[in-house]
């Protein structure tokens, strides 16, 4: 049981640490250009939950 | 690849099996031009669908009108939106991008490799799109208007036309699916591997990359396992995945062309103006695409 709970440690401490690494874009970038990705983001996750909904709207319609 | 294997009398499970076990060895021979040179034999065999089309004496002055003139049967519904997006998701998707920056890593491209890298790049779609347009040709000609279930279902019900384009479907559904399933778990293992910092080249032996294999096999194992699901709607999964990557695509082109526009990183091969103009317009096209189903699934009504 500790080695699984250690290795989702050890899983999710790499991710924070990946993300740590990418904090800070290595391309310069304008505010407006940060704005437009936030923007883009936030549309894409909008898109992705609709998508998610249509999905499942459409497999329960399907399976008997 | 279960479906059109299906056709021959071949059971599911022994398809997946084969195919896991053919792509597994396709992979740990630890050289990436031996997979690459396997995965091009693969590609030829895609070619099928263009005597098919013929087979299939379609009326080629209805298929040029047609395929030139857009129309849309039924007019800009949430299911014609749908569908567009599912045949863009086919052919452009964004774990290609990612396919392509590892695959160009792999093979070991220097910068004087570049003109060969876009003549490389340049065939692939020009063949991606005359396959595509002869896979259509097939389809259209022989089952528009007809409800598909399966992949499967396609090539039977062109079996009463002609057995040989029925067979020759079946064996590009087949190579189709086989291609999708080594690039799209080979991409999503360089991706992971890049991103945890592990060992991830096909030029590494299993034991030199053990967790880039791992994240490749499990991505196999577990498409075999939901294939095997029995009921599971899988026209409709594989329909809504092409959505998705359609959906997904501008994030991956909007980063991709700011990595193209950096002065800092591409040099002189820094994209142009006219580049510029195309790169976005696909962005934008791509992103209206989205709305436009995204619009029609929340209110079905607005375009009437």
């Given at each position: 049981?500790?080695?699984?709970l250690?290795?989702?440690?050890?899983?999710?401490?790499?991710?924070?640490?990946?993300?740590?690494?990418y904090?800070?874009?290595?391309?310069?970038?304008?505010?407006?250009?940060?704005?437009?990705?936030?923007?883009?983001?936030?549309?894409?996750?909008?898109?992705?939950?609709?998508?998610?909904?249509?999905?499942?709207?459409?497999?329960?319609?399907q399976?008997? | 690849?279960?479906?059109?294997?299906?056709?021959?009398?071949?059971p599911?499970?022994?398809?997946?099996?084969?195919?896991?076990?053919?792509?597994?060895?396709?992979?740990?021979?630890?050289?990436?031009?031996?997979?690459?040179?396997?995965?091009?034999?693969?590609?030829?065999?895609?070619?099928?669908?263009?005597?098919?089309?013929?087979?299939v004496n379609?009326?080629?002055?209805?298929?040029?009108?047609?395929?030139?003139?857009?129309?849309?049967?039924?007019?800009?519904?949430?299911?014609?939106?749908?569908?567009?997006?599912a045949?863009?998701?086919?052919?452009?998707?964004?774990?290609?991008?990612?396919?392509?920056?590892?695959?160009?890593?792999?093979?070991?491209?220097?910068?004087?490799?570049?003109?060969?890298?876009?003549?490389?790049?340049?065939?692939?779609?020009?063949?991606?799109?005359?396959?595509?347009i002869?896979?259509?040709?097939v389809?259209?000609?022989?089952?528009?208007?007809?409800?598909?279930?399966?992949?499967?279902?396609?090539?039977?019900?062109l079996?009463?036309?002609?057995?040989?384009?029925?067979?020759?479907?079946?064996?590009?559904?087949?190579?189709?699916?086989?291609?999708?399933?080594?690039?799209?778990?080979?991409?999503?293992?360089?991706?992971?591997?890049?991103?945890?910092?592990?060992?991830?080249?096909?030029?590494?032996?299993?034991?030199?990359?053990?967790w880039?294999?791992?994240?490749?096999?499990?991505?196999?194992?577990?498409?075999?396992?939901?294939?095997?699901?029995?009921?599971?709607?899988?026209?409709t999964?594989?329909?809504?995945?092409?959505?998705a990557?359609?959906?997904?695509?501008?994030?991956?082109?909007?980063?991709?062309?700011?990595?193209?526009?950096?002065?800092?990183?591409?040099?002189?091969?820094?994209?142009?103006?006219?580049?510029?103009?195309?790169?976005?317009?696909?962005?934008?096209?791509?992103?209206?695409?989205?709305?436009?189903?995204?619009?029609?699934?929340?209110?079905?009504?607005?375009?009437?």
């Amino acid at each position: 049981m500790d080695n699984i709970l250690n290795g989702f440690r050890d899983f999710f401490q790499a991710i924070r640490e990946i993300n740590q690494k990418y904090k800070t874009p290595r391309i310069k970038t304008t505010r407006m250009v940060s704005l437009s990705l936030l923007l883009l983001r936030i549309y894409l996750i909008v898109m992705l939950v609709l998508l998610a909904y249509s999905f499942i709207s459409t497999v329960i319609h399907q399976v008997p | 690849m279960t479906a059109a294997l299906g056709i021959f009398g071949f059971p599911h499970w022994a398809t997946v099996l084969i195919v896991t076990i053919l792509m597994g060895f396709m992979v740990i021979q630890g050289r990436y031009w031996t997979w690459e040179k396997i995965a091009l034999a693969f590609c030829i065999i895609n070619l099928i669908y263009i005597p098919a089309a013929f087979l299939v004496n379609p009326n080629w002055g209805e298929v040029l009108r047609i395929g030139l003139v857009p129309h849309f049967p039924g007019g800009l519904t949430g299911t014609m939106f749908f569908f567009l997006m599912a045949n863009v998701g086919t052919t452009i998707a964004p774990w290609m991008v990612f396919f392509q920056q590892s695959a160009v890593v792999d093979k070991n491209l220097k910068e004087k490799d570049i003109p060969w890298g876009q003549l490389d790049t340049a065939i692939g779609a020009f063949f991606t799109v005359l396959v595509a347009i002869f896979c259509i040709v097939v389809t259209a000609a022989v089952l528009y208007g007809v409800n598909i279930q399966s992949a499967a279902e396609a090539a039977v019900a062109l079996m009463p036309f002609s057995k040989y384009a029925g067979t020759l479907l079946a064996i590009g559904l087949f190579d189709a699916g086989f291609l999708g399933a080594i690039c799209i778990s080979l991409s999503s293992s360089w991706a992971v591997g890049e991103v945890f910092g592990w060992a991830h080249s096909l030029n590494n032996k299993v034991k030199e990359a053990p967790w880039f294999y791992a994240v490749y096999f499990g991505m196999l194992v577990s498409a075999g396992i939901v294939v095997l699901i029995p009921g599971a709607p899988l026209v409709t999964i594989t329909l809504f995945i092409q959505v998705a990557a359609t959906t997904l695509l501008p994030a991956a082109l909007v980063f991709l062309i700011l990595l193209l526009n950096s002065e800092e990183l591409m040099g002189k091969y820094k994209n142009s103006r006219i580049q510029n103009v195309i790169n976005f317009t696909i962005v934008i096209a791509l992103i209206l695409l989205a709305t436009g189903y995204s619009l029609t699934t929340l209110f079905p009504n607005w375009l009437h």
